[in-house]
């Protein structure tokens, strides 16, 4: 059976130059890093190496890159020490369509006496800056918020949005694990402080992140431990997965010229051929600005669930916008706080194509789900719900 994986916001395949690079580390050069003998030394320099590569990515200097577990560590390091250094600063403000690792963590927050903003989105997915700009006071310690979403690729207008929080004198937060690899950042220009990245989202292993701290920004780490990473880390780094990191990094720089306008060439393909071939379907945040691997489409009167179950009987890997716990089957946060339409909520499926896809992909794609919309239509609850409630309004 013919395999088609286009879930690679989730997750990517590890690159074979990025296992090459990794495997010596786990080999022959096994030695800790912080340790005083000759096995230590060339870990050392890897290390640096690698720091060196996801500096260069960024746009940064290697001094504020800081190695750790993945995103997630990341992004909850970044609020945590921005409350940590700014004891009498207790209100966040973020967005209602954040990754979990944020959303999650200001949940736990608001019960410890944190006071959180969520700012809404328009149908499109995008932020109101007015609304940004009022909602931040002289008690705000950090604005988080996400440099494009994982779910739709609505890329946010990250700089605009910089420039209104730096002239608050507040520290500004991106979630960049879904941006970074896929867009060009420079953050030497930025008004960025404090930005997160993941390693598995461009082809490096799970387990491998990065948090990039502007220079002079004040720190409190949230492991504690030795003095690994200039103390703002605490933990016996993990050497084969940085030098993964490091090696993805800079394939990902030379890769980028080429592999976005490749991924957007497939994406644009693909839904064109959807929104042609199957009625009653839409994109969520189409007339947004989006990442360019990335498609978020609904089709209406169908679940979600039951369109990657048939997906991936036929052999294609997608995510689908809607989350199934406890037996109720509810839209996801992005796609609530967008206002998309009960009917077509359900129904959304997420297709994230990397430089491993091919062209006839997207051919194979749509060629299979077309049939499998027609099919789940045909036997749809709740397309005979609303048709029911519609004859009874007549």
Not at 60 to 65: F, L
Not at 236 to 253: D, H, K, M, S
Not at 262 to 279: A, F, G, S, V
Not at 316 to 327: E, F, H, P, V
């Amino acid at each position: 059976m013919r395999t088609v994986y286009v879930d690679n916001n989730a997750t990517t395949a590890v690159a074979p130059e990025v296992l090459d690079a990794m495997v010596p580390f786990l080999k022959e050069h096994y030695g800790n890093p912080s340790s005083m003998h000759l096995f230590a030394v060339e870990p050392q320099e890897a290390v640096a190496r690698a720091r060196e590569q996801v500096a260069h990515l960024l746009g940064a200097d290697p001094s504020e890159i800081v190695f750790t577990s993945c995103g997630s560590e990341s992004d909850n390091a970044a609020i945590r020490s921005a409350l940590e250094t700014q004891p009498f600063k207790r209100h966040i403000v973020t967005t209602k369509v954040e990754h979990a690792a944020v959303l999650g963590l200001c949940k736990q927050l608001q019960l410890n006496g944190c006071q959180v903003t969520f700012l809404s989105v328009d149908g499109e997915g995008r932020l109101d800056l007015k609304e940004l700009e009022e909602a931040i006071t002289d008690q705000t310690a950090i604005v988080s918020i996400m440099y494009a979403n994982n779910e739709t690729g609505i890329v946010n207008p990250i700089e605009e949005i910089g420039r209104i929080v730096k002239s608050k004198g507040v520290l500004f937060h991106s979630d960049a694990v879904q941006a970074v690899g896929k867009l060009p950042i420079d953050l030497a220009e930025s008004t960025i402080d404090v930005l997160s990245m993941s390693g598995h989202k461009l082809h490096a292993p799970k387990g491998i992140g990065a948090l990039y701290i502007r220079r002079g920004t004040r720190w409190s780490p949230f492991l504690v431990g030795g003095h690994q990473e200039h103390g703002r880390r605490g933990g016996t780094e993990n050497v084969p997965y940085i030098v993964a990191l490091g090696r993805a990094c800079e394939l990902a720089e030379q890769h980028l010229g080429a592999d976005a306008p490749r991924e957007r060439k497939m994406r644009d393909r693909l839904e064109k051929e959807l929104l042609t071939r199957i009625p009653d379907s839409r994109v969520n945040g189409g007339w947004a600005e989006r990442l360019p691997n990335t498609l978020s489409i609904c089709f209406e009167f169908v679940e979600g669930e039951a369109i990657l179950l048939l997906l991936s009987q036929s052999g294609i890997a997608a995510s689908s916008g809607s989350a199934c716990t406890s037996g109720s089957l509810e839209p996801s946060h992005v796609l609530r706080a967008m206002g998309v339409p009960f009917t077509y909520a359900h129904g959304s499926v997420r297709f994230s194509f990397s430089r491993y896809n091919q062209d006839d992909d997207v051919d194979y794609i749509t060629d299979t789900l077309v049939p499998i919309i027609k099919r789940l239509r045909e036997i749809s609850p709740f397309k005979r719900q609303v048709n029911t409630s519609a004859a009874r309004a007549k």
